[in-house]
């Protein structure tokens, strides 16, 4: 069985290894350029189980922002960013809304929850 080769540049720290590996089904054949275990680390997940933070904004009535930025409560998989984008865009709301509140709980069973990251008050004009 031929290995696969991908060259990932590492997002965990500033260093920004690039990181050129070698695999197949199985797993890891090789892995060369990280000059960290947290490279090593990120090269695995990224190559088998790569998962993402989404962020994004929901529209808001009523409030003093037409929008409040969201985001997930922890790493999504990267295969499930747009089905979750699909279920976000479907919600609206009302103001207020406050920073931390859960917009969507466990949102397509991925355990993690959609929630707001800043507060946007009743509009009172």
Known sequence: MKPNKKRLTCIIC???CVIDTEYNSRGIKSIKGHQCKKGELYAKEELFN????????????GGVLPL??????????????FSVMAEVMRVTLHAPVK????????VLDTKA???ATKTVERFHG
Do not use: A, E, F, M
Request: no cysteine; aromatic share 2%.
């Open 68 to 81: 409040v930025s969201v985001k997930t409560d922890k790493p999504i998989p990267k295969d499930k960013i």
């Open 113 to 115: 929850n959609i929630v």
């Open 99 to 106: 920073l931390g509140d859960i917009i969507i709980k466990n």
């Open 50 to 61: 790569p998962t993402r933070i989404l962020t994004t904004t929901i529209k808001v009535y």
């Open 14 to 16: 500033p260093i920004s």
